[in-house]
């Protein structure tokens, strides 16, 4: 395991290597990333939609379980998710190794096509093939994103900020392991705790809300309400929850 004061460099020389990546690359790496994690709430939904709502517990656990091979991938095999960008390329900001307009140029591809391989999972796997068309499947669906929409704005905001604290030290985690063990392992423990938790991830909701769109439960008006303040407390989570703490604490002083 890397000490603290490695993992910050490991994570600024990331970041700055993002940044670096030419313009297909991030839009191949972004689907990839929003295709992954939509994978993994796929089968949140397949392996709980039939758990009885008095085991709600035994659900998020089963749930969270699964859902971190979005991230492992991502991490292990290759992909861009724009919010382990907002921590891992805000350490290169913190670090004066990017200007605040590369870190909201890199989101917004990312996202951008992190939302399209969201969508294409969501459409074509859920809605098409039917994983997310027959029940219980269709109403655990449309009960999750509902759950999400019906968030007030602050709620969203504060529950984005959970979630991508969590989500930023999986980052950051798996940056300290010296093998791919380590780093399932650094990943696993805080996704599947967010995801037991229900806090809110704005990339994960571009699967779920469009899903019950797509089975004629939810609408895209309510898609861009619940999204806005989650992805705004999503960066609050990576970039200062972790970036800005970790890199205050661990920086060199010189």
Not at 100 to 124: E, P, R, S
Not at 162 to 176: D, E, I, Q
Not at 213 to 237: A, D, K, M, R
Request: charged share 10%; proline share 3%; aromatic share 14%.
């Amino acid at each position: 395991m890397f000490t603290p004061e490695e993992i910050l460099q490991k994570s600024i020389n990331a970041g700055t290597n993002k940044l670096k990546k030419t313009l297909l690359a991030k839009m191949i790496l972004g689907f990839i990333g929003g295709a992954m994690i939509s994978l993994g709430f796929l089968a949140y939904v397949r392996v709980t939609a039939s758990i009885p709502k008095d085991l709600a517990s035994v659900k998020a656990l089963v749930g969270g379980a699964v859902f971190p091979i979005g991230l492992i991938v991502i991490l292990l095999a290759g992909g861009e998710l724009a919010t382990g960008n907002m921590m891992a390329v805000g350490t290169s900001l913190f670090d004066k190794k990017a200007h605040l307009l590369d870190y909201l140029k890199n989101l917004l591809v990312i996202t951008l096509f992190n939302f399209i391989g969201a969508i294409f999972v969501a459409y074509f796997f859920g809605h098409v093939v039917g994983l997310t068309h027959a029940r219980p499947f269709q109403q655990a669906v449309i009960s999750i994103a509902s759950a999400k929409t019906d968030a007030s704005f602050w709620s969203a905001l504060i529950s984005g900020i959970g979630c991508n604290w969590l989500v930023g030290l999986a980052v950051w985690l798996s940056f300290g392991a010296k093998d791919a063990a380590g780093k399932i392992l650094g990943i696993w423990f805080p996704i599947m705790i967010f995801v037991a938790v229900g806090f809110q991830h704005s990339i994960a909701n571009c699967f779920i809300i469009p899903a019950a769109i797509f089975e004629g439960g939810s609408t895209w008006g309510l898609f861009l309400q619940n999204f806005i303040p989650v992805y705004l407390g999503n960066i609050i989570g990576g970039l200062i929850f972790v970036a800005g703490f970790y890199y205050y604490s661990y920086a060199d002083k010189k």
